[in-house]
């Protein structure tokens, strides 16, 4: 367990380390599909739940506070990194834009089902799933290349960019926070294997969706 948690944290910071030198500028992904909590949430909570209180985002990107941060997220400093657009969270249907991905991270999101958020991991992924399947179905409904040109310049991603796209997780510290709310810390420690089971399980279905994880 501390091992595998010692080579996360490694790959956090190599990965850190690298976009904030910019040796990751060559990489060319047409798109991100994120999943996870108030981590990477850029207004899947605000759209779907509740709005965000202050103090959260004073400085907020000038905008209403969508994120459960004052300021960017994590995600929002990758987007940049890459040269795309800030995410548009899924559950938003308010001027959102799908054209470079889609972000299905919801704060109070839990590997398991929890009782922060109704949108867990397998909820998300299940969203995925549905998200890829219309869009495809519907790029296949277009009957000539100048309708598909227009559709491509609006704001669904291609169908090929889906196995191009670079996927991101970050999700756990609900199950956690729940746990040690709820039990024991030996309980904790006995579900740890079923929370990374899920976790395992989403990975697994996203991959089989993407083919490029």
């Keep these: 367990m501390l091992s595998i948690l010692g080579l996360l944290v490694l790959r956090l910071a190599l990965t850190q ?9 060559s990489c060319n992904f047409p798109a991100i599909y994120n999943f996870g909590d108030s981590n990477l949430d850029t207004g899947g909570r605000f759209a ?23 300021g960017h997220v994590i995600l929002d400093f990758i987007t940049e990194k890459l040269g795309l657009p800030y995410m548009s969270a899924y559950l938003d249907s308010i001027g959102a834009n799908f054209r470079r991905g889609a972000n299905f991270a919801t704060g109070g999101s839990s590997i398991l ?7 867990d991991l397998g909820i998300q992924i299940s969203q995925f799933k549905q998200f890829k399947s219309r869009t495809t179905e519907l790029y296949k409904t277009l009957s000539d290349t100048l309708m598909i040109k227009k559709c491509s310049s609006m704001s669904l991603p291609h169908p090929d960019d889906f196995s191009k796209a670079l996927y991101t997780f970050d999700i756990g510290q609900n199950d956690l926070t729940f746990g040690f709310q709820n039990m024991t810390v030996d309980q904790v420690v006995a579900a740890i294997p079923s929370i990374l089971n899920g976790f395992d399980a989403a990975i697994q279905l996203s991959y089989g969706q993407s083919k490029n994880i």
Excluded: D, M, W
């Design 17 to 25: 380390r690298h976009l904030v030198s910019g040796s990751l500028s």
């Design 48 to 70: 779907a739940l509740t709005e965000i209180p202050p103090p959260y985002g004073e400085t907020n990107l000038g905008h209403r506070p969508k994120r459960l941060s004052n």
């Design 113 to 119: 089902p929890g009782p922060f958020s109704p949108f």
